[in-house]
């Protein structure tokens, strides 16, 4: 099956642990005949047919009718988070829930 794709410099990690966890269940050589920099670009080329596209759960929400999706339930990615605010944003709790999440980052790193 041909597959939509998208740049690896746009999540170097996340693609090379994509690729792997392909390679692991038999999928060594995906035949990637379009990329695609952004989520709605590639379920545009998947709904014009021109190929398959892996796509996380929370594609669900964002789908126009006509396609498909289908779990895949023994595919376990981690997909990195960034937490983004707007740099002049001086909100005490704001502040109060970076304070938590760079505590946590750090726990989890240890």
Same mark, same amino acid.
């Given at each position: 099956?041909?597959?939509?794709? =998208?740049?690896? +410099?746009?999540?170097?990690?996340?693609?090379?642990?994509?690729?792997? @966890?392909?390679?692991?269940?038999?999928?060594?050589?995906?035949?990637? @005949?379009?990329?695609?920099?952004?989520?709605?670009? $590639?379920?545009?080329?998947?709904?014009?047919?021109?190929?398959?596209?892996?796509?996380?759960?929370?594609?669900?929400?964002?789908?126009?009718?006509?396609?498909?999706?289908?779990?895949?339930?023994?595919?376990?990615?981690?997909?990195?988070?960034?937490?983004? +605010? *707007? *740099?002049?944003?001086?909100?005490?709790?704001? $502040? *109060? =829930?970076?304070? $938590?999440?760079?505590?946590?980052?750090?726990?989890?790193?240890?």
């Amino acid at each position: 099956m041909p597959f939509v794709g =998208f740049q690896r +410099w746009a999540n170097p990690a996340f693609y090379d642990e994509l690729m792997q @966890v392909c390679a692991r269940g038999g999928l060594s050589a995906s035949r990637i @005949v379009q990329e695609a920099t952004d989520r709605d670009t $590639q379920l545009g080329l998947v709904l014009c047919r021109v190929g398959i596209a892996w796509q996380t759960e929370s594609i669900r929400w964002h789908c126009p009718r006509g396609l498909l999706l289908l779990p895949v339930v023994d595919m376990n990615i981690r997909v990195p988070y960034n937490l983004i +605010w *707007k *740099k002049d944003n001086s909100s005490p709790l704001l $502040q *109060k =829930f970076v304070t $938590q999440v760079a505590a946590e980052k750090i726990s989890t790193r240890n």
